[in-house]
């Protein structure tokens, strides 16, 4: 999975030649996963299966937005639910409300089968992702890519003074800004 393209990165970077495509490309798929682990949740289009234990009211599904034209049910306790009677979803947030007051013992499992995140293409990059989680995207492989040659070097030193970078595997404060939009939230609501 990756979130943008070579050819993005390439614009991002003013570079027309191909002679970092290959390191492009490590950087952008790392980038990817490590921006997927911080927004808290998944991001590629696949069937999934989540159990929640406990009388929840509100459940947080790992992969969104849920795609409601594919298969999507929802279990309490071995026994299909109905949408609308039994429950709510936020298709666009994979919020799913239950109509219903769950004790939270004894023990209670709610199952959601359904298909959530964004499709990828035939590359493997992810299509109709927001625009703020690929310019997330395409800032941190810019400033990795500058960054290549002095990985690890935080501060430089000179007769007129001194500069500090970042780490250049921090994530940089406006990636994280951007990010904060499209994080998943925590399960207890």
């Known amino acids: 999975m990756k979130l943008v393209s070579i050819d993005d990165a390439k ?6 030649d191909s002679t970092h495509d290959e390191l492009l490309d490590l950087i952008i798929l790392g980038l ?4 997927e682990a911080a927004l808290n949740r998944k991001l ?16 947080g599904l790992q992969a969104f937005p849920v795609d409601l ?17 039994d429950y709510y979803v936020d298709a666009g947030n994979g919020i799913i409300t239950l109509h219903l007051e769950l004790p ?22 992810l299509t109709n992702i927001p625009s703020g989680i ?34 250049a595997f921090e994530l940089l404060p406006e990636v994280k800004d951007l990010l904060k939009l499209y994080r998943k939230p925590c399960q207890s609501m």
């Open 134 to 167: 690929k310019r997330a995207c395409l800032m941190q492989t810019v400033f990795e890519f500058r960054r290549r040659k002095d990985i690890g070097l935080t501060g430089v030193n000179g007769p007129d003074g001194s500069v500090t970078k970042f780490s």
């Open 69 to 85: 034209t594919k298969p999507f049910t929802v279990k309490f306790n071995g026994s299909a639910m109905t949408i609308d009677d």
């Open 11 to 16: 614009i991002a970077l003013e570079k027309t």
């Open 104 to 125: 939270p013992w004894p023990p209670m499992v709610t199952e959601v089968t359904y298909t959530g995140g964004y499709s990828p293409d035939a590359e493997g990059i």
């Open 32 to 35: 990817s996963d490590r921006i």
């Open 44 to 59: 590629e289009a696949l069937s999934r299966v989540e159990k929640f234990q406990g009388g929840q009211t509100y459940l």
